[in-house]
């Protein structure tokens, strides 16, 4: 910035300088990105490399199901299997699942949505970012070491992650790659939560926020309270590797339980930061898509505060064949956590009930999300059962359960945000008809790749391994979920094609081309430097709606 004085220097000492601020040359190409503090740029930068790892950890998922699509396969090795589905796990859940949604959308859309005009601290938001960044460079890069990457899953199971076990730098890079990308997520997490409560507009109090934005704030509470006991638990893993410290090993007195109750204290609770920005993005776009307030808006916060607080309390069901663990307390609260969620699924029906709704391409994603999260938390419920977990522990049901609560429900939550929200990042439409092949496609890829997968788990087919002999029972259900996965690959490959189609020729999106409903569609698209040039009244949660139709102005909140 320029200061600029239109009055000379012998008149500073009788009247006061009226001064001009005129803003100096902006940054650009390379040096924007890598040096900007907008929370916008932040955000975009968090979700195009998000995006880019779920296609990586998308191609080492085809490579997992090329390797078992038929019995006796010798596609890879059982060493290159091994870091196939380590890398896939792990990618996924700290690369993409995670920042996407509450790093990504997090970062563009809160201050937009409350009426800030950034986040509460810029440059450590810039940290954040190149943090994140590099944890996913240096996991990624343990491909380039002589014994490979990280091959012990990504739970991270002791004492296979002892240094006799798992010689080599790819562990090593593992594991600082995750503990940099948890620092990210914390420091993002103080963050967020900070600009939530001391950066609202006036007229935004607490109960009038977006549910997206109470989705957030439950999510950052909940990684401030699990992501420290994992760093907590790499630290006393890399002691074990280098410092020999045996900690985690039974050979010297150590304890391998103490890093699965460690690891899944955190990985529990890690399952809702990856769904309830997701249960947000939800909640907006059906609301929008419906033309309605949100049903039981108080409601849906009550059952996200209750989720947020019993998710602390559920890690032991990962945790049933151990014999270490209170079988009774840990199965009723499994149960209990199933009641916030319905009535999450409740509301959802209640905000599109009777609604004008718009059958586009975000409204497909997310009915798709119902449709996958509701079977996948069917299957939960099964699995909360400790008598039923016995018996399909460690097989393919918890594969395909798994991933109907994890790609079927957070990722088709994900796509639905993206075609929901490309609009007012880029200014341009996305192609609807582009949009919807895809969609369809994903569907009957994803349900194919992985519905035969819970018959391969009653059928006794353990996860994690790299092939099997022919006479098991198990040859054609693998073939087919193979099939679903490369038909599903094909699907995300059609949005990616939209992606760059629409940035290029997509349709002008103008300013609300949703008529949509909270504050970040009261500024152009995309948003200026300082995001809002004026604010409409806030005098309930959906104050553009309440603007721009007077005559049906929410009592909600007056």
Not at 20 to 47: A, C, F, M, W
Not at 81 to 100: A, E, K, R, S
Not at 210 to 215: E, G, K
Not at 388 to 410: C, E, R
Request: charged fraction near 10%; charge should be neutral.
């Amino acid at each position: 910035m320029t200061l600029i004085q239109d009055r000379p220097e012998e008149h500073l000492v009788h009247e006061p300088v009226l001064m001009e601020i005129v803003p100096g040359p902006r940054p650009r190409g390379l040096v924007k990105y890598i040096t900007s503090t907008d929370h916008k740029q932040i955000g975009l930068n968090y979700l195009v490399t998000s995006f880019i790892g779920f296609l990586f950890a998308g191609l080492l998922a085809e490579g997992i199901r090329t390797q078992l699509i038929v019995p006796n396969n010798h596609f890879v090795t059982e060493s290159v299997y091994n870091q196939l589905f380590t890398m896939h796990g792990t990618i996924m859940l700290f690369v993409f699942l995670g920042p996407f949604a509450f790093a990504g959308l997090g970062n563009y859309l809160i201050p937009l949505m409350i009426g800030a005009p950034d986040m509460a601290f810029p440059r450590f938001n810039n940290l954040s970012y190149w943090l994140y960044l590099g944890g996913f460079l240096v996991m990624s890069c343990g491909f380039l070491t002589n014994n490979g990457a990280a091959n012990f899953g990504w739970f991270g199971y002791a004492p296979l992650t002892e240094a006799i076990h798992s010689p080599g730098p790819g562990a090593d890079m593992w594991i600082i790659g995750v503990a940099l990308t948890g620092f990210s997520g914390i420091f993002t997490a103080v963050n967020i939560i900070t600009t939530i409560f001391t950066l609202r507009a006036p007229g935004m109090v607490m109960f009038r926020m977006p549910v997206f934005v109470w989705n957030q704030l439950v999510t950052m509470f909940l990684l401030l309270l699990a992501f420290p006991v994992l760093t907590a638990a790499f630290a006393l893993l890399w002691i074990d590797r280098h410092l020999d410290g045996h900690f985690y090993d039974p050979t010297h007195g150590g304890q391998p339980i103490l890093w699965q109750n460690l690891f899944w204290f955190f990985g529990h609770p890690e399952v809702y930061i990856l769904a309830l920005p997701y249960f947000g993005i939800v909640t907006e776009v059906l609301a929008t898509m419906s033309k309605k307030p949100v049903f039981g808006y108080k409601g849906m916060i009550g059952a996200t505060l209750s989720i947020g607080a019993l998710s602390m309390g559920v890690w032991a069901h990962h945790m049933y064949t151990t014999g270490a663990v209170l079988l009774p307390f840990f199965a009723a609260l499994s149960l209990l956590i199933a009641v916030p969620t319905g009535i999450k699924f409740f509301n959802w029906i209640g905000t599109m009930w009777r609604g004008t709704i718009t059958l586009n391409t975000a409204f497909l994603f997310c009915c798709g999300f119902l449709v996958m999260f509701l079977f996948g938390g069917i299957t939960g419920i099964i699995l909360a059962q400790p008598v039923l977990d016995f018996q399909l522990h460690n097989t393919y049901f918890i594969v395909a359960h798994f991933h109907y609560v994890m790609f079927g429900g957070s990722a088709f939550a994900g796509l639905g945000g993206i075609y929901y929200w490309y609009p007012k990042m880029t200014g341009r439409m996305m192609d609807e008809r582009l949009g919807k092949l895809s969609f369809l496609v994903l569907l009957i890829g994803f349900n194919l790749c992985f519905f035969p997968q819970h018959d391969l788990g009653l059928r006794g087919m353990p996860r994690r391994i790299e092939t099997y002999n022919a006479g098991m029972g198990w040859n054609f259900l693998n073939m087919i979920s193979s099939i679903g996965a490369y038909i599903a690959g094909i699907g995300v490959l059609l949005t990616v094609i939209n992606l760059f189609y629409s940035y290029r020729r997509g349709q002008i999106a103008g300013d609300n081309p949703w008529d949509g409903q909270t504050l970040e569609w009261a500024c152009s698209s995309p948003p200026p430097d300082h995001n809002f040039e004026a604010l409409p009244p806030i005098r309930s949660e959906r104050p553009v709606w309440d603007a721009n139709h007077p005559d049906q102005l929410t009592k909600v909140g007056h």
